[in-house]
């Protein structure tokens, strides 16, 4: 049994990245070896397992057969000699395709130490082509390491366009796209992987935004410099869609990140249409729970402003009305649940009536 720290981790370490996560690879073992000295397999077909004191995933060396559509669909053949270059030459691009021994002795078969010094990301072999998840991933890294000027080089490229032409794609399980896309917009320069993905025609995965980019990419620009925004940044580049339902529910979005997009979209169309009438904002606003718990709208109001979409006084003057809605209060008294609801909305559409900001 040897012992290889493989992936991500080796990747940063040679960048001067911090990383959290490491990733092993086993080489000259096998399933029952690994079983004997407490490893715990993760799934049943999938020869990966948990160190039983770390917790982290040690991978036996293996080889890949495609068998079917998708990212899913392999056969591994885990024999005790499939070398550590083999097992590298099925890996997506070759900075991620580097190993490192326990003496810290590196492995590099294909040349990921010399695109590392280039800034280049290529993909390692036509085993690449097999797994239309890496479209994905590779936008992602893309994103990843936009603050070191990496960049794709053309074969990846013209690979990365044959692949997101190729049927594959729609067999893609939508939580695995989401799980790349959220990563990538929780990095700085988040722009850059739906830039990346138009570049590449992957961009057309994404219901509506195609429709809505020119616009909307500017806007994700603003924030290139923030991490951890995502509901923020997946409203932007959605915002205006009329397809974004659609998306979300494809791809699995989380209804916390939902629900800001559908808030902020609206917020939008509050101050962009001129013609809207009090009692329609008013009714929104109900629909929003904004009664209950305002974070969503005044976030939303903050990210207009952000966004220069609106002036610091109009985002005075929408605070300030949001403000005095909240604090609307009527004599209850003797009065029936829909008596109480009707006085309370007649008030409220009094206290909408005082502010120019609202037609």
């Known amino acids: 049994m040897k012992i290889y720290l493989v992936g991500g981790a080796v990747r940063d370490e040679l960048l001067g990245i911090p990383f959290k996560e490491k990733d092993w690879l086993v080489v000259n073992s096998s399933h029952e070896e690994m079983l004997e000295k407490g490893f715990k397999q993760v799934g049943k077909h ?73 800034k280049k990301i290529r993909i390692v072999s ?74 590449i025609n992957a961009l ?21 410099n923030s991490e951890n925004r995502i509901s923020e940044k997946w409203a932007i580049i959605n915002l205006n869609s009329n397809l974004a339902k659609d998306l979300e529910q494809k791809i699995k979005i989380p209804n916390k990140i939902s629900n800001f997009r559908k808030t902020f979209n609206k917020m939008y169309l509050f101050q962009e249409n001129g013609n809207i009438s009090k009692k329609e904002l008013l009714t929104d606003l109900n629909k929003m729970n904004f009664f209950r718990d305002e974070t969503l709208v005044n976030t939303s109001f903050l990210l207009l402003k952000e966004l220069k979409i609106i002036s610091s006084k109009e985002l005075k003057a929408w605070k300030q009305m949001l403000f005095e809605l909240k604090n609307v209060k009527i004599n209850v008294e003797n009065l029936k649940p829909d008596e109480i609801k009707s006085m309370l909305f007649e008030k409220r559409l009094k206290t909408i009536s005082l502010f120019e900001y609202v037609k």
């Open 46 to 118: 999938f020869p990966v397992y948990l160190h039983p004191k770390s917790k982290e995933e040690y991978a036996l060396a293996r080889k890949e057969t495609k068998i079917g559509k998708g990212h899913k669909k392999f056969k591994f053949d885990t024999n005790l000699k499939i070398s550590l270059k083999e097992d590298l030459k099925r890996r997506d691009i070759t900075i991620n395709a580097i190993a490192k021994d326990e003496s810290g002795k590196l492995y590099d078969p294909y040349g990921g130490i010399k695109d590392i010094k280039s």
């Open 126 to 199: 036509k085993a690449f082509f097999e797994d239309p998840l890496r479209i994905f991933r590779v936008a992602r890294f893309k994103t990843k390491l936009s603050e070191l000027n990496f960049s794709l080089t053309e074969e990846t490229i013209k690979t990365l366009k044959e692949m997101s032409d190729n049927e594959e794609v729609n067999y893609l399980s939508g939580e695995r796209i989401w799980d790349e896309t959220k990563k990538a917009l929780s990095y700085k320069n988040s722009s850059n992987y739906f830039k990346t993905l138009k570049k």
């Open 204 to 224: 057309q995965y994404f219901d509506g935004l195609d429709n809505v980019y020119k616009e909307n990419i500017k806007f994700l620009e603003i924030l290139d």
